[in-house]
Structure formats: C-alpha cells, structure tokens
C-alpha cells in the first residue's frame, strides 16, 4: 500500500493568456481547476495508473469542500482531516507566447492543536499498514519545522519495515533527513541549501550525494532541471539524461518522478528500471500544460528511452 500526506494541500487555478502583460488587463482564454498539493498530486497520478493509494491531507472552508469534489470526480476519495480556516489557492498564469508560467502560492491557512492531533492520529491509524509512505510539500504556518521528523520517527517505530520517502525544502526538509526517511528528492537548489554549500559541477553533486546517503538515507535523488538528475543508492551512482520533448509546463514534474518512483518500487529494487520508468513519467507530465493529472496514455506516447550513465 502507498500512502500520501498533504499537510499543506491546495486549489491549483490555472489561468491561461495569449501573452502577459505587465501594468495592463489580461484577457483570459481558459480556466483550468485542479486539487494540488504535492502529496496530491502523486496520489493522483498512481490513482490514474491503476495503483492502490491512500491519501491523507487537511481541509477546510468553500475551498477544501472544492478541492474534495474535484478529488471525487478522479475517484480518489482521501482521508481528511477538516480545519476550521479555507485550504489556500494556488493561482499559476501560463503565458502561451512563450509558455513562461507566473505562480503565486500561498502560505497555508492556520492549525489548531486539536486538529494538528487528529492529524498525528490520522498518520499513526494508516501508516501501520503502508509500504511505502510519501510526505512532500510544504508545512502550514502554525506547525513547527520539526513536524516532518517527528512523523517519519514515530512511523518508523509502528512500522519498522516502511520505506519513507521525504520531498521538502528549506528547514523542514533538514530536519526531517535527520531522522533518515528511505529516499529524498530535493532539486539541486534544495540540495543546496540543506548542504550549505554551492553545487557548480559534477564532481560536487557527486559528493553530495555521498554527503546525503552518509545520513543513512537509501536513495538520494536530485534532480537538476533541463540538465536531467542524479541517484545514488549505494551500489550504483547514475545521471540520467532528460529526453528531448516540446516542454510546455514544468508544473508537477517533481511529484510525477516521485509517482513513477513509487510504482516501481512495488515491483523491483533495479535502480535503473525505477529511474527509466519515473522519468518517463515526468517526461509525460512536462509535455502537457496546467495541472492536470497524466495517465498512461500520456507515458505510453513517450517512445524514447532516457539516457543513462554510470557516474
């Protein structure tokens, strides 16, 4: 069973314009509304693909009640915790004359203890039953950086045998490695930021990812935009190679690699199969535009296999 958690879910409203125009008005040609949240969005994809997937989030107000429908309507029926304060709305404006996308995020509505503890519950009651868990996003406001290791130390404690995987930034994600998830994926500006240190060459990224794996965490990802990623899980250190397609939205490929990453895992412990396949999906993702979910329809299209070598 793969188990996701969205403490800090969103409405992703996607405004589509011909061009975008500073100082001026903007005429708007589409509209597109989607339920967002990194740990959504995974559970999406492996929802499309056919996975079993338990999905655990917050929400609350006119939006969270939205953000659950549209969840409804893909046959993903999550496990929630409601708030008193409205889930936050993620507005992102995807100018076609060059297909530069502008997003505005908010922060997260806030948390009270009650509801920060029926979370913690929530956690606990479905993380006894999962094999692998994926926790990724940001944090609300109200919740203390900590959260992430704490969460990861008490599922490790009920569930020895779980395999964690932590996709976070900035504080939250430092702490959290502290407490050694399975896997983390950070981009190369994550990655250096819980380093400290610039990363301007290959021989720096790959000690990075000996720096990060020496924190008893299995797989270390990053991912390194048009220039592709790199992993290492001990036995084998690979970059791979982005394939060539028109990109039209990067939105979502982080978290379709993560998905495409958990399928796998259920069916093999090959690096390189996990990583062809995950990249793949990403790949599938980038080609389309907005937030919309991908399918196999989509996978299936892309014919080229990545290219991979041994670093």
């Known amino acids: 069973m793969i188990t996701t958690l969205t403490i800090n879910p969103a409405l992703d409203l996607n405004l589509t314009v011909n061009e975008l125009f500073v100082d001026d008005s903007n005429r ?13 969005n995974v559970s999406r994809i492996l ?21 659950t429908e549209l969840l409804r309507k893909e046959q993903l ?5 409601p708030i008193k304060n409205e889930t936050r709305t993620n507005v992102t404006i995807t100018n076609l004359n060059n297909f530069s996308q502008t997003r505005f995020n908010q922060a997260g509505p806030e948390l009270d203890r009650d509801e920060y503890a029926s979370l913690l519950s929530l956690i606990e009651q479905l993380g006894d039953n999962a094999n692998i868990f994926v926790m990724s996003g940001s944090l ?6 900590t959260a992430y290791q704490e969460i990861i130390n008490k599922l490790k404690l009920i569930n020895p045998k779980i395999k964690i995987i932590l996709d976070a930034d ?26 400290d240190r610039k990363l301007t060459s290959l021989a720096d990224i790959k000690q990075a990812l000996l720096d990060l794996y020496a924190k008893e965490i299995k797989l270390v990802i990053i991912s390194r935009g048009k220039d592709g990623l790199v992993a290492y899980d001990g036995k084998k250190m690979l970059a791979i190679d982005p394939i060539p397609v028109e990109a039209k939205s990067t939105i979502g490929a982080g978290d379709s690699l993560i998905a495409g990453i958990c399928y796998m895992l259920e069916k093999t412990e ?4 996990i990583l ?11 080609t ?13 299209a892309i014919t080229a296999e990545p290219v991979i070598r041994v670093i």
């Open 270 to 273: 090959d690096l390189q199969e």
């Open 276 to 286: 062809t396949f995950a990249v793949k999906v990403s790949t599938a993702k980038v």
């Open 170 to 195: 900035d504080e939250a994600m430092k702490h959290g490695i502290s407490a050694c998830p399975y896997m983390i994926k950070p981009n190369i500006h994550e990655a250096e930021r819980i380093l």
């Open 28 to 40: 708007v040609i589409a509209v597109q509304k989607d339920p967002g949240g990194k740990g959504i």
């Open 77 to 81: 029926v999550p496990f929630t915790i």
């Open 140 to 145: 609300l406001p109200s919740i203390k950086p």
């Open 47 to 67: 929802n499309k693909l056919g996975t079993k997937v338990t999905t655990i989030t917050l929400l609350g107000g006119n939006t969270g009640n939205e953000v």
């Open 288 to 300: 389309t535009t907005g937030t919309s979910v991908i399918g196999w329809e989509e996978i299936n």
